[in-house]
């Protein structure tokens, strides 16, 4: 998160700097503009800086983009988990949750293969102070892999994140780690 952080202020500083130059210039071409001159040849030097600017725009926005999006935070759905790691099924359903298993050690990681039995929910979990930790989709017929570290002890709360009918509001299940 704090690189997160890091690249979300790098890229807003950037995009300021970027508008005081596009600003600089609108302003100069503002103040020139009353100047009656051949202008091919300013027109072919801005050209050619104009190719150069969009190439850099262009590297600029793939970098960001690779490196906003390389810690990329979702489970490959189709890697297999490997030995440390608990596999827990999960099934919603109108209005409860079905774990397989509901008690870990800290420090463990596990991964959640969320399904639905009936209608689409959302699978998320809070930490004790209702801090949202990971979450996904729960679909039928489809099974969303979500992997989560448990580092510290405590009682953490699953909920749907998605409305899902009448009772959606207590379809609650709870996590122990210890």
Not at 148 to 173: I, S
Request: a negative charge; glycine letters at 4%; charged letters at 20%.
């Amino acid at each position: 998160m704090e690189v997160f952080n890091m690249l979300a202020e790098s890229v807003w500083i950037l995009t300021l700097v970027s508008l005081v130059l596009l600003s600089a210039v609108f302003v100069f071409v503002i103040a020139n503009s009353g100047d009656e001159r051949d202008y091919s040849e300013v027109q072919k030097k801005w050209y050619a800086i104009r190719s150069k600017w969009l190439l850099f725009l262009f590297v600029v926005g793939v970098i960001v983009t690779w490196a906003t999006l390389s810690p990329f935070p979702i489970t490959d759905q189709h890697a297999a988990a490997d030995e440390n790691t608990t596999v827990v099924k999960v099934v919603a359903r109108q209005w409860h949750w079905e774990i397989d298993n509901t008690e870990y050690n800290a420090g463990d990681t596990v991964e959640f293969h969320v399904t639905s039995g009936d209608v689409n929910h959302g699978f998320a979990i809070y930490d004790g102070e209702d801090r949202l930790l990971t979450q996904t989709q729960a679909m039928p017929d489809y099974v969303n892999k979500v992997r989560h570290t448990f580092n510290q002890p405590g009682t953490y709360r699953v909920l749907c994140m998605e409305y899902c009918g009448l009772a959606h509001h207590a379809m609650l299940a709870e996590l122990t780690v210890r």
